[in-house]
Nanobody
């Protein structure tokens, strides 16, 4: 089992920045892909960004050039630096991790972009 705990969400004005963090615990071996998804009210959960254990990352087109994903394998943590935030980035953001073929989710953290 893997437990994921997110932090760093909040309210920010358009054009502002936030940094999300997610710490994993419980796994006794390396976690494969880690990532961030988001779900806005009335919409399906969508991939924002993900990163492999080797550091290869990919992003949703809507966040390319504004968001940066990174991870610390020693700390079993993944981060999402979000810059130039837009109102359409408002959503609950979920951390994810793939370990031994199963996907695990954090509890979610709210990000609200509003003036």
């Amino acid at each position: 089992q893997v437990q994921l705990v997110e932090s760093g969400g909040g309210l920010v004005q358009p054009g502002g920045s936030l940094r999300l963090s997610c710490a994993a615990s419980g796994s006794s071996s390396s976690i494969n892909s880690m990532g961030w998804y988001r779900q806005a009210p009335g919409k399906e959960r969508e991939l924002v960004a993900r990163i492999s254990s080797g550091g290869i990352s990919n992003y949703a087109d809507s966040v390319k050039g504004r968001f940066t994903i990174s991870r610390d394998n020693v700390k079993k943590s993944v981060y999402l630096q979000m810059n130039s935030l837009k109102p359409e980035d408002t959503a609950v953001y979920y951390c994810s991790a793939i370990w031994l073929g199963s996907i695990y989710w954090g509890q979610g953290t709210q990000v609200t972009v509003s003036s």
